[in-house]
Protein backbone atom coordinates (compact mmCIF):
# COMPACT_ATOMS: atom_id res chain seq x y z
CA UNK A 1 0.00 0.00 0.00
CA UNK A 2 1.29 3.21 -1.45
CA UNK A 3 1.31 6.32 1.46
CA UNK A 4 0.14 8.48 -1.47
CA UNK A 5 -2.98 7.15 -3.30
CA UNK A 6 -3.43 7.61 -6.94
CA UNK A 7 -6.12 6.03 -9.22
CA UNK A 8 -4.59 3.17 -10.80
CA UNK A 9 -5.53 4.15 -14.64
CA UNK A 10 -6.99 7.12 -16.01
CA UNK A 11 -7.66 7.29 -19.99
CA UNK A 12 -8.45 9.96 -22.53
CA UNK A 13 -9.15 10.51 -26.30
CA UNK A 14 -6.33 12.52 -28.30
CA UNK A 15 -7.18 16.34 -27.67
CA UNK A 16 -9.10 15.72 -24.43
CA UNK A 17 -8.33 16.80 -20.76
CA UNK A 18 -6.88 14.02 -17.97
CA UNK A 19 -6.88 14.53 -14.49
CA UNK A 20 -4.83 12.60 -11.83
CA UNK A 21 -5.30 12.71 -8.06
CA UNK A 22 -2.99 12.22 -5.77
CA UNK A 23 -4.26 11.93 -1.97
CA UNK A 24 -2.10 12.22 0.85
CA UNK A 25 -2.88 12.76 4.88
CA UNK A 26 -1.60 15.58 7.56
CA UNK A 27 2.39 13.79 7.64
CA UNK A 28 2.69 14.58 4.56
CA UNK A 29 0.56 16.64 1.77
CA UNK A 30 -1.51 18.10 4.51
CA UNK A 31 1.62 19.10 6.24
CA UNK A 32 2.94 21.27 4.18
CA UNK A 33 4.98 19.18 2.01
CA UNK A 34 5.76 20.17 -1.65
CA UNK A 35 4.73 17.34 -4.13
CA UNK A 36 6.42 16.40 -7.34
CA UNK A 37 4.86 14.46 -10.44
CA UNK A 38 7.19 12.12 -12.79
CA UNK A 39 6.55 11.09 -15.39
CA UNK A 40 7.69 7.67 -16.54
CA UNK A 41 7.29 6.30 -20.31
CA UNK A 42 7.53 2.51 -20.97
CA UNK A 43 10.88 1.20 -20.68
CA UNK A 44 12.76 3.79 -19.22
CA UNK A 45 13.59 5.73 -16.03
CA UNK A 46 10.76 8.47 -14.62
CA UNK A 47 11.35 12.08 -15.43
CA UNK A 48 10.47 15.24 -13.73
CA UNK A 49 7.09 16.57 -14.88
CA UNK A 50 6.52 19.08 -12.21
CA UNK A 51 8.11 20.07 -9.31
CA UNK A 52 6.91 21.67 -6.10
CA UNK A 53 3.53 21.82 -6.93
CA UNK A 54 3.36 23.55 -9.93
CA UNK A 55 6.40 24.25 -11.44
CA UNK A 56 7.48 22.75 -14.97
CA UNK A 57 11.13 22.10 -15.61
CA UNK A 58 12.24 23.09 -19.10
CA UNK A 59 11.37 21.13 -21.53
CA UNK A 60 8.27 20.49 -20.45
CA UNK A 61 5.08 21.52 -21.91
CA UNK A 62 2.57 23.46 -20.89
CA UNK A 63 -0.12 21.15 -21.47
CA UNK A 64 0.92 20.02 -18.12
CA UNK A 65 0.21 21.64 -15.07
CA UNK A 66 0.32 20.68 -10.66
CA UNK A 67 -2.28 21.77 -8.40
CA UNK A 68 -2.23 21.36 -4.69
CA UNK A 69 -4.55 21.74 -1.73
CA UNK A 70 -5.50 20.63 1.63
CA UNK A 71 -4.31 16.68 2.05
CA UNK A 72 -4.67 16.48 -2.25
CA UNK A 73 -2.77 17.39 -5.65
CA UNK A 74 -3.71 17.04 -8.94
CA UNK A 75 -1.72 16.78 -11.91
CA UNK A 76 -3.71 18.05 -15.54
CA UNK A 77 -2.71 16.70 -18.72
CA UNK A 78 -4.85 19.18 -21.34
CA UNK A 79 -4.30 18.89 -25.48
CA UNK A 80 -3.99 14.79 -25.01
CA UNK A 81 -1.76 13.38 -27.31
CA UNK A 82 -0.55 9.78 -27.97
CA UNK A 83 3.20 10.71 -26.73
CA UNK A 84 1.98 10.93 -23.08
CA UNK A 85 0.88 7.16 -22.97
CA UNK A 86 2.67 6.42 -19.69
CA UNK A 87 2.61 5.93 -15.80
CA UNK A 88 2.67 9.41 -13.80
CA UNK A 89 3.86 9.37 -10.45
CA UNK A 90 3.29 11.73 -7.54
CA UNK A 91 5.77 12.41 -4.39
CA UNK A 92 6.05 14.24 -1.58
CA UNK A 93 8.05 14.11 1.99
CA UNK A 94 6.30 12.58 4.69
CA UNK A 95 7.29 14.08 8.16
CA UNK A 96 6.40 11.22 10.39
CA UNK A 97 8.12 8.58 8.14
CA UNK A 98 11.06 10.98 7.58
CA UNK A 99 11.72 10.56 3.96
CA UNK A 100 10.09 10.24 0.75
CA UNK A 101 6.82 8.78 -0.16
CA UNK A 102 5.35 7.79 -4.01
CA UNK A 103 2.01 7.27 -5.01
CA UNK A 104 1.86 3.83 -6.31
CA UNK A 105 1.26 5.40 -10.02
CA UNK A 106 -1.19 5.75 -12.57
CA UNK A 107 -1.47 4.70 -16.05
CA UNK A 108 -2.50 6.62 -18.52
CA UNK A 109 -4.21 5.35 -22.15
CA UNK A 110 -4.66 7.44 -24.65
CA UNK A 111 -7.52 5.70 -26.70
CA UNK B 1 24.66 17.77 -19.21
CA UNK B 2 23.88 15.75 -16.21
CA UNK B 3 24.41 12.53 -16.24
CA UNK B 4 24.26 9.66 -13.93
CA UNK B 5 25.20 6.13 -14.98
CA UNK B 6 24.43 3.28 -12.51
CA UNK B 7 26.46 -0.03 -12.57
CA UNK B 8 26.75 -3.17 -10.00
CA UNK B 9 23.51 -4.67 -10.63
CA UNK B 10 22.91 -8.59 -11.02
CA UNK B 11 21.95 -12.18 -9.52
CA UNK B 12 22.60 -12.47 -5.69
CA UNK B 13 21.53 -14.57 -3.27
CA UNK B 14 19.28 -14.16 -0.63
CA UNK B 15 21.21 -13.17 2.44
CA UNK B 16 24.11 -12.24 -0.09
CA UNK B 17 25.41 -8.46 -0.65
CA UNK B 18 26.49 -6.16 -3.61
CA UNK B 19 27.20 -2.93 -4.11
CA UNK B 20 26.30 -0.31 -6.64
CA UNK B 21 27.89 2.81 -7.98
CA UNK B 22 26.76 5.49 -9.78
CA UNK B 23 29.39 7.55 -12.04
CA UNK B 24 28.39 11.22 -12.01
CA UNK B 25 28.72 14.18 -14.25
CA UNK B 26 28.06 17.64 -15.78
CA UNK B 27 27.46 19.09 -12.42
CA UNK B 28 29.17 19.66 -9.43
CA UNK B 29 28.71 16.23 -7.36
CA UNK B 30 30.25 16.88 -3.91
CA UNK B 31 27.39 20.33 -3.69
CA UNK B 32 24.90 17.77 -4.68
CA UNK B 33 22.27 15.53 -2.66
CA UNK B 34 21.68 12.45 -4.19
CA UNK B 35 19.09 9.26 -3.55
CA UNK B 36 18.42 5.82 -4.66
CA UNK B 37 15.20 5.57 -5.45
CA UNK B 38 13.37 1.56 -6.72
CA UNK B 39 11.36 0.23 -8.61
CA UNK B 40 9.75 -4.07 -7.86
CA UNK B 41 9.29 -4.99 -11.40
CA UNK B 42 5.90 -4.46 -12.77
CA UNK B 43 5.73 -2.17 -9.50
CA UNK B 44 5.86 1.34 -8.74
CA UNK B 45 8.68 3.48 -7.42
CA UNK B 46 10.24 3.32 -3.86
CA UNK B 47 12.58 5.33 -2.13
CA UNK B 48 15.56 3.65 -0.53
CA UNK B 49 17.46 6.50 1.09
CA UNK B 50 19.58 9.97 0.92
CA UNK B 51 23.06 11.37 1.39
CA UNK B 52 23.23 14.94 2.08
CA UNK B 53 26.53 16.86 0.34
CA UNK B 54 29.37 17.07 2.56
CA UNK B 55 28.82 20.85 2.93
CA UNK B 56 25.64 20.25 4.15
CA UNK B 57 26.77 17.75 6.86
CA UNK B 58 26.27 14.37 5.08
CA UNK B 59 23.44 12.87 6.52
CA UNK B 60 22.53 10.03 5.64
CA UNK B 61 18.30 8.75 6.10
CA UNK B 62 16.59 5.25 4.54
CA UNK B 63 13.19 3.92 4.30
CA UNK B 64 12.22 1.64 6.98
CA UNK B 65 12.51 -1.58 4.69
CA UNK B 66 16.64 -0.92 3.60
CA UNK B 67 17.51 0.67 7.51
CA UNK B 68 20.10 -1.50 8.84
CA UNK B 69 20.48 -3.47 5.93
CA UNK B 70 22.11 -0.58 3.23
CA UNK B 71 24.16 2.09 3.23
CA UNK B 72 24.41 5.01 1.21
CA UNK B 73 27.85 6.69 0.62
CA UNK B 74 29.89 9.32 -1.56
CA UNK B 75 33.24 9.58 -3.24
CA UNK B 76 33.40 13.08 -4.00
CA UNK B 77 36.70 13.03 -5.22
CA UNK B 78 35.64 10.39 -8.17
CA UNK B 79 32.55 12.16 -8.40
CA UNK B 80 30.42 8.83 -7.10
CA UNK B 81 27.57 7.46 -5.03
CA UNK B 82 27.33 3.57 -3.90
CA UNK B 83 24.62 1.81 -2.38
CA UNK B 84 26.21 -0.84 -0.37
CA UNK B 85 23.47 -3.62 0.11
CA UNK B 86 23.87 -6.63 2.92
CA UNK B 87 21.39 -9.26 4.05
CA UNK B 88 19.32 -8.80 0.50
CA UNK B 89 15.71 -10.55 0.94
CA UNK B 90 13.83 -11.20 -2.61
CA UNK B 91 11.61 -8.55 -1.79
CA UNK B 92 14.65 -6.21 -3.03
CA UNK B 93 14.46 -7.62 -6.18
CA UNK B 94 14.15 -4.44 -8.29
CA UNK B 95 15.80 -1.81 -10.91
CA UNK B 96 17.99 0.83 -8.86
CA UNK B 97 17.80 4.59 -9.80
CA UNK B 98 20.64 6.69 -8.96
CA UNK B 99 19.39 10.64 -8.78
CA UNK B 100 20.13 14.14 -8.02
CA UNK B 101 18.53 16.48 -5.43
CA UNK B 102 18.55 20.01 -6.55
CA UNK B 103 20.53 21.17 -3.40
CA UNK B 104 17.60 21.03 -0.21
CA UNK B 105 14.92 20.15 -2.51
CA UNK B 106 12.52 17.51 -2.29
CA UNK B 107 12.50 16.34 -5.41
CA UNK B 108 15.08 14.04 -8.24
CA UNK B 109 15.85 16.32 -11.18
CA UNK B 110 17.72 13.80 -12.86
CA UNK B 111 17.94 10.11 -13.05
CA UNK B 112 19.84 7.36 -14.00
CA UNK B 113 19.05 4.39 -16.18
CA UNK B 114 19.09 2.52 -13.35
CA UNK B 115 20.67 -1.03 -12.89
CA UNK B 116 18.86 -4.71 -11.95
CA UNK B 117 19.33 -6.36 -8.70
CA UNK B 118 18.00 -9.50 -8.57
CA UNK B 119 17.69 -11.96 -4.99
CA UNK B 120 16.90 -14.98 -6.16
CA UNK B 121 17.96 -18.49 -4.97
Known amino acids: QSVLTQPPSVSGAPGQRVTISCTGSSSNIGAGYDVHWYQQLPGTAPKLLIY???NRPSGVPDRFSGSKSGTSASLAITGLQAEDEADYYCQSYDGTLGGWVFGGGTKLTVL | EVQLVESGGGLVKPGGSLRLSCAASGFTFSNAWMTWVRQAPGKGLEWVGR??????????DYAAPVKGRFTISRDDSKNTLFLQMNILKTEDTAVYYCTRVPGGATQADNWGQGTLVTVSS
Open chain 1, 52 to 54: VNR
Open chain 2, 51 to 60: IKSKIDGGRT
